[in-house]
């Protein structure tokens, strides 16, 4: 069982893990220097699908248990369990690319992965609890890294970067809005399986609301130091902002102490992929621990391996998921939404 402020620290977390590597430039194709208007409009539609999961969770703390009755909640809880594990590959595939690329060159995408890998374990190991304080130890840490990289970068940020508004096409700009809607609220589908934690509408979508203000304020960061032509072609704009940033002038190369926040944003999701990819598993094999840590293990293990030797290894099949990925995720959320509502309006026709 977790705190109220527990579960809003791990949804201000996964609601910043799918920009890394994937949705930033992914925003900037479509909007270019409106992309923090995009991000602002995107805030807004995200709201539909958090209050969406507030809906299915008010009234009823246990929400998920619902998901063992019928065909209705079997088929969500293996579109949520498919879903965590392409979370969990995206988690695995961002942080062995950007760790082999930047940081430890020399080092084998395969050890990075088993890091990863087994840091994921052992939070999991210690149950849900656990890893949500290790969130709230993280949050303070991450909240003054970031507000470091954002004071730094209005610092030496080139405001002409963000003119004139509406350069680009209005379709532009609501695409982008969408594709950020899409990314930031999708990975609090995985609060579902999170039961017992009763939450005002308000408290639900405070973690949401602060997640998504720092996704906008990194957005207007990047624009202002690199200049929306740049932030598009690059894969990683977040990071090569970093690498202009310095301290008095005398102190460079600060970056790779920056990106622990990417860090921190990417191993909650992890976690919480890993956690629910466990917790259904277990409830699927009626509670038999050996069995449900032998296939726990050899699934998470089979992630892993894909993520490394196939889309780590050849770019050409990660440049296609890249591409694939949005119709991928938003396919989840139409999916699990849909089902979800199904198991929550069974239950009131039910009562009524």
């Not at 080139?158 to 096409?169: E, I, T």
């Not at 959320?333 to 309006?345: E, M, N, P």
């Amino acid at each position: 069982m977790i705190t109220k402020r527990q579960y809003q620290i791990l949804s201000f977390f996964l609601t910043r893990a799918l920009f890394f590597g994937l949705g930033i430039t992914k925003i900037f194709n479509q909007s270019r220097n409106d992309a923090w208007i995009s991000g602002i409009i995107g805030t807004i539609l995200g709201l539909i699908l958090i209050s969406f999961i507030y809906y299915l969770k008010s009234k009823n703390v246990d929400f998920s248990q619902k998901l063992n009755n019928g065909i209705n909640g079997f088929i969500t809880k293996l579109l949520i369990f498919l879903f965590a594990s392409f979370c969990l590959h995206d988690v695995i595939l961002s942080l062995t690319t950007m760790t082999s690329s930047f940081l430890l060159p020399l080092t084998p995408a395969l050890v990075i992965a088993i890091a990863v890998l087994i840091t994921i374990i052992y939070g999991n190991l210690k149950g849900i609890s656990s890893f949500a304080k290790v969130a709230q130890i993280l949050l303070p840490i991450s909240i003054i890294i970031f507000s470091f990289k954002v004071i730094s970068s209005l610092i030496i940020t080139d405001y002409n970067n963000f003119l004139p508004l509406f350069y680009g096409h209005k379709m532009g700009i609501l695409k982008a809005s969408l594709v950020y809607a899409l990314l930031s609220a999708s990975p609090s589908l995985l609060l579902i399986n999170v039961d017992k934690v009763k939450l005002t509408y308000k408290e639900s979508i405070l973690g949401y609301l602060i997640g998504s203000i720092t996704i906008i304020l990194s957005l207007i960061s990047i624009n202002g130091v690199l200049g929306p032509t740049l932030a598009n072609i690059l894969r990683f704009p977040e990071y090569m902002t970093l690498k202009k940033l310095r301290i008095y002038n005398f102190i460079e190369n600060i970056e790779n102490i920056l990106t622990f926040t990417w860090l921190f944003d990417l191993i909650i999701l992890g976690f919480m992929s890993a956690y629910n990819i466990k917790k259904i598993i277990k409830e699927t094999t009626s509670h038999k621990d050996s069995l449900t840590s032998f296939i726990y293990f050899i699934w998470l293990i089979l992630i892993m391996f894909v993520g490394v030797c196939i889309f780590n290894k050849h770019y050409n099949f990660a440049l296609v998921l890249y591409n694939m990925e949005l119709y991928i995720i938003f396919f989840f959320v139409i999916t699990i939404s849909l089902f979800a509502f199904l198991v929550k309006k069974k239950k009131s026709i039910v009562k009524t």
